[in-house]
């Protein structure tokens, strides 16, 4: 069963949705988001995804590859097939960096692809409101 | 035909006897024919009167492909071709070598990066006090932290890079580079460290470097790895020079620092990997003795040069001319 989970202070600000299998890491970087008055809503698999952006208004998907039950390069063809879904940005954080893996994410119309380490979340968060104009 | 051919095409001697090449099989790429400057790959070989090398495909008659290094020449008699040859080796399995290298790259990437991820974000969060007030003795360790964290993570960075280039798992993406965005997008990335020893950066470019169609992730590691350098290896109160410039078909690149320059006897082994000059080893610096061997690597993958002129305790230069074709998406290799 995959679990969605809605940020505690719901905000007026945009929603973000974070689908990072590292509960760990996704903590940080959700509690980054709330931090920065966005509203957040986590899940932790790739099956979750589009359950959670169907049921809900979400501004933009930051997106990790390696997930459990469904790829995150899955999750994108999912997303781009489904018309009320296809217009939302997609952020790739993932820590799978070689240029193939970016060529095929930007092939299948992500707005952007980082490699986890070598970013801040200060930079996530620029390019989130980058990309929502929040 | 001879046998191998028989095998890889399926086809019987009998069969292709008095057909031509189109009718036994086709040349493709990416799905589709192989056109040179919108002509079919054949009419091009005997029009052009030239070689064509590469790695294609060819679709057999049951429709299904296979991945071939092959070369197409014309045969010419007194100026007129009078017939062509075509000579194919089957790559399948070297296909399927080069997909398990590359997967095995991704997997350790990931690996090593998950957790240097997790070190990397905590800091930062901890720094910026989001997760509560930290002192100032705190800080510094946390800082520390954070600093070696990122040390790591560019060792890692550099070492995948590294076997990239070691498993020719190279590929070429060019694309229209915005060149003075992208040295400016460089400097800016390395102002803390600029500004931390007071160095004086001198630009010699302008925005008229315009658009060039290149691969800007090469681009990008030749000219980050020559200024990080010239930034670790210079005292304070340095000076670094640096200049970009579009001379006939090559991108001129130089980085010039009033660094502490290589000793005489080093100077012979600046771009083997690992290499660490005598005269920094005991200076605190972060280098890790495979940025050098990166850049040389690229440089030499796309056709350049680079070369360096060093004194020590005076500073160091290095040059080097990228041919703008070498690191364009690679097109068929025609040979006159």
Redesign the interface.
């Known amino acids: 069963m995959s679990v969605v989970k809605k940020t505690k202070k719901q905000t007026t600000g945009p929603t973000v949705l974070v689908a990072e299998d590292?509960e760990?890491?996704s903590r940080?970087?959700v509690?980054?988001l709330e931090?920065e008055k966005f509203n957040v809503v986590t899940v932790f698999d790739g099956d979750a995804v589009i359950p959670a952006l169907t049921s809900g208004s979400v501004n933009l998907v930051i997106l990790d590859i390696?997930m459990p039950k469904k790829t995150g390069f899955d999750v994108i063809d999912e997303i781009k097939a489904n018309p009320a879904t296809k217009d939302i940005p997609i952020l790739l954080l993932?820590?799978?960096?070689?240029?193939?893996?970016i060529?095929r994410a930007k092939e299948k119309g992500v707005h952007d692809y980082f490699?986890?380490?070598?970013i801040?979340?200060?930079a996530v968060i620029e390019k989130v409101r980058s990309y929502i104009h929040a | 035909m001879n046998v191998a051919a028989q095998e890889i095409l399926g086809i019987s001697l009998a069969d292709a006897t008095h057909k031509t090449w189109d009718d036994i099989a086709r040349i493709e790429s990416h799905d589709t024919d192989v056109l040179i400057d919108g002509k079919p790959l054949i009419d091009s070989v005997f029009l052009n009167q030239k070689i064509y090398s590469k790695e294609w495909y060819v679709k057999k008659r049951d429709g299904t492909s296979v991945p071939v290094a092959i070369s197409i020449s014309p045969i010419i008699d007194r100026a007129i071709v009078v017939g062509g040859i075509i000579v194919f080796r089957n790559i399948e399995q070297e296909k399927e070598i080069d997909t398990v290298k590359s997967e095995f790259i991704s997997l350790v990437s990931h690996q090593l990066r998950t957790p240097l991820s997790a070190v990397n974000w905590c800091t930062e969060s901890l720094l910026a006090g989001d997760r509560g007030k930290v002192n100032n003795k705190q800080k510094e360790y946390i800082a520390r932290i954070s600093e070696s964290n990122k040390r790591m993570i560019s060792l890692v960075n550099s070492i995948l890079d590294v076997s990239q280039i070691e498993l020719n798992t190279f590929t070429v993406d060019a694309k229209p580079v915005d060149m003075f965005a992208l040295v400016e997008s460089i400097i800016k990335e390395s102002v803390h460290a600029i500004s931390a020893k007071q160095l004086v950066v001198h630009k010699h470019y302008t925005k008229s470097l315009g658009v060039i169609v290149i691969d800007a992730r090469y681009v990008r590691m030749i000219i980050e790895n020559l200024v990080s350098n010239a930034i670790k290896y210079t005292p304070e109160k340095g000076n670094i020079d640096i200049t970009i410039e579009e001379r006939g078909a090559d991108l001129y690149i130089a980085v010039a620092d009033t660094g502490y320059g290589i000793p005489k006897n080093d100077l012979s082994k600046v771009f083997t990997k690992l290499f660490r000059a005598h005269n920094i080893m005991n200076k605190d610096t972060d280098g890790n003795g495979l940025g050098l061997y990166i850049v040389k690597s690229i440089v030499d993958y796309a056709g350049g040069k680079i070369w360096f002129e060093s004194v020590e305790d005076k500073g160091t230069t290095f040059f080097v001319s990228l041919p703008i074709h070498g690191l364009k998406n690679k097109l068929p290799k025609a040979v006159s």
């Not at chain 1, 799978?96 to 893996?101: I, K």
């Not at chain 1, 490699?115 to 070598?118: D, E, G, L, R, T």
């Open positions: 590292d760990f890491l940080v970087l509690d980054k931090k390696i993932s820590n799978l960096g070689q240029e193939s893996d060529a490699v986890k380490s070598n801040s979340l200060a």
